[in-house]
């Protein structure tokens, strides 16, 4: 799929899917993607 991200945000997202943990954004962007692939989000 295609999330129109940045490189840096890109990477986090990847990191967070290989180590099966949560992701802590406030990026809009990033949190939708995040969501999308099934990652556990956490929104400040």
């Avoid at 990477?11 to 990652?39: H, N, P, V, W």
């Amino acid at each position: 799929m295609s999330y129109q991200l940045s490189a840096y945000d890109a990477a986090y997202l990847e990191l967070a899917e290989r180590k099966q943990s949560g992701l802590a954004t406030l990026d809009q962007k990033l949190l939708l993607s995040a969501r999308d692939c099934g990652i556990e989000t956490f929104h400040a």
